[in-house]
């Protein structure tokens, strides 16, 4: 936090490739209490589009995808990472150390999910899970599929990708009651 109350403060930020200038002098601030956790992915997303774009254009590089492509798949990735900035607030709430709510959801995203995909029968519930659900939304198959080929089972079929994204919406509702309604009850009682 700055001396003068700011929460966030970005002055003449510049960001070059090479010898192409992605962004040139932004500036910035954020006041406390302004919500700006669900920008994070959005933000990431817009940067990570812009760098992508400008050192292909300056090397001459075909992305092999149309650049509205890109962007589409990129909005999607945002969405998703707000939806996990919510999973993780309500995990955080249940538990009330920052590292071990980060391992439990880190662990069950990249460790959890994998592992119930290679138990027969309830591979079948990935695509309602969090990670099937992301897949689905950002048409993203690669590991559903490796682990059916590697498996020797049926592939995972994804929900289609608005379906997704409602089931992600859903998981951050829950998310965010239990974020809100937790630290309340303890509150309470």
Request: aromatic letters at 6%.
């Amino acid at each position: 936090m700055t001396g003068d109350g700011l929460a966030i403060e970005v002055s003449r930020l510049t960001k070059r490739f090479g010898d192409v200038t992605a962004v040139r002098d932004l500036s910035f601030t954020v006041e406390p209490g302004v919500v700006t956790g669900l920008a994070y992915g959005v933000v990431l997303a817009g940067t990570a589009a812009v760098a992508l774009l400008a050192v292909a254009a300056a090397r001459g590089v075909s992305l092999g995808l149309p650049v509205t492509t890109v962007l589409a798949l990129l909005g999607r990735i945002a969405a998703a990472m707000a939806v996990y900035l919510l999973v993780g607030a309500g995990v955080g709430a249940l538990i009330h150390h920052q590292i071990a709510a980060l391992c439990v959801v880190t662990g069950y995203l990249y460790v959890g999910e994998p592992v119930l995909m290679m138990i027969p029968g309830v591979n079948t519930l990935y695509p309602v899970l969090p990670g099937g659900a992301t897949a689905a939304l950002t048409d993203f198959t690669y590991l559903a599929d490796a682990m059916s080929a590697e498996l020797g089972s049926g592939a995972v079929h994804l929900l289609p990708p608005v379906t997704g994204a409602l089931l992600l919406a859903a998981y951050a509702l829950t998310a965010s009651a239990i974020a809100v309604l937790v630290p309340m009850r303890r509150d309470i009682t």
